[in-house]
């Protein structure tokens, strides 16, 4: 009888040991994406007008800002984690890298004005841009996404996720490129005779008939046959404010953009599992963001032969859509919860 208690007791303790089973979960909670995203980009600017600064200005002929993409795209680098036990919702966040190059152009920019010349004389100067404006713009930003994802398993090598959320611009800058030229005339108003001469501003839109026109159309028809090129060069040389063709000096800069907003983006991806931690993803994008530009410019664009004032210093604010595909890499990395329970093997 002793010996039977004592085996039924030891068959007792080794119970656990025998029958006693540990389970596995294992599951994704951590990813890291890589993406290539390769889009079209529209910008709208909100601007101040060209001619802002130019005192007492007539016959003003500016045309509107647009701007044209060549070229975008951008990588993205992100890192996100699911938080809840069924994986289906996640939270990413990283950084987006954009680049985009493109062309600001206004087709046509007239202004005349009130203005004072070398000797202190008013005077009305007269300026136009041969062939328009044109900037050839390449810009630059990073921005910080926070999103949230919402995963949807398709299958064993399937999975479709859908993001959105908001975006914080932190970093932005633009170079522009510029072969603008102008001509440079003028229009004299004046009363009296010899040396006692009073200078006045002509403010009517067709100048009086006794004003010194230093214009091409004047100079075309009064010396047909005369070289205008020669013409306003001695008159630049004695000191007048006038010169034809003349290109800006300053053909290339950098324009930054003050303020941050906050943007918002949006991007559909299907996954495919190529090893039990790589999946290949594909998908599409939408993103919207805005800058403010810097505060109200003191300068012309132009007044001088030679001087250039980019049209990116005009801008009042500009918004930005970016909207294509996206292709890339998810890296998984699991995590093992044990769950243990008793039975036979």
Do not use: C
């Not at 190059?101 to 004389?121: A, N, P």
């Not at 041969?130 to 398709?154: A, F, K, M, W």
């Amino acid at each position: 009888m002793k010996r039977f208690l004592l085996m039924i007791l030891a068959a007792g303790y080794a119970a656990p040991s025998l029958f006693a089973q540990v389970r596995g979960d294992e599951k994704v909670k951590v990813y890291l994406e890589l993406d290539f995203r390769p889009g079209k980009l529209t910008e709208t600017y909100n601007a101040y007008p060209l001619t802002l600064n130019y005192s007492n200005p007539v016959n003003v002929s500016v045309g509107q800002m647009k701007y044209t993409a060549s070229r975008s795209f951008g990588y993205n680098a992100a890192l996100g984690f699911f938080f809840d036990r069924r994986r289906r919702f996640a939270l990413q966040s990283g950084l987006i890298y954009n680049k985009r190059e493109g062309t600001l152009d206004v087709d046509r920019f007239h202004v005349e004005y009130q203005s004072r010349d070398y000797k202190g004389s008013t005077f009305r100067q007269v300026i136009t841009a041969n062939n328009g404006l044109h900037e050839q713009i390449t810009s630059e930003h990073i921005s910080i996404p926070l999103l949230l994802r919402y995963n949807i398993v398709l299958s064993e090598l399937f999975t479709l996720n859908l993001d959105a959320g908001i975006l914080y611009n932190t970093w932005m800058t633009n170079n522009y490129t510029t072969q603008a030229s102008f001509d440079y005339e003028a229009i004299y108003q004046f009363e009296g005779t010899g040396s006692n001469l009073t200078y006045n501003y002509d403010n009517s839109p067709v100048p009086d008939p006794h004003d010194w026109l230093i214009t091409k159309t004047e100079f075309n028809k009064d010396n047909p046959k005369g070289s205008i090129d020669a013409y306003f060069a001695d008159l630049k040389k004695i000191g007048y404010n006038v010169g034809l063709n003349k290109p800006a000096t300053k053909k290339a800069g950098e324009v930054n953009y003050q303020k941050k907003k906050i943007g918002y983006m949006g991007q559909l991806d299907l996954g495919f599992l190529v090893t039990k931690n790589l999946m290949l993803k594909a998908g599409i994008f939408y993103q919207s963001e805005s800058f403010a530009g810097k505060p109200r410019t003191r300068s012309m664009l132009t007044n001088k032969p030679g001087e250039y004032n980019p049209m990116l210093n005009y801008v009042k604010d500009v918004t930005m859509i970016n909207y294509g595909f996206s292709v890339g890499l998810t890296y998984n990395f699991y995590s093992y919860t044990t769950m243990k329970y008793y039975g036979r093997n």
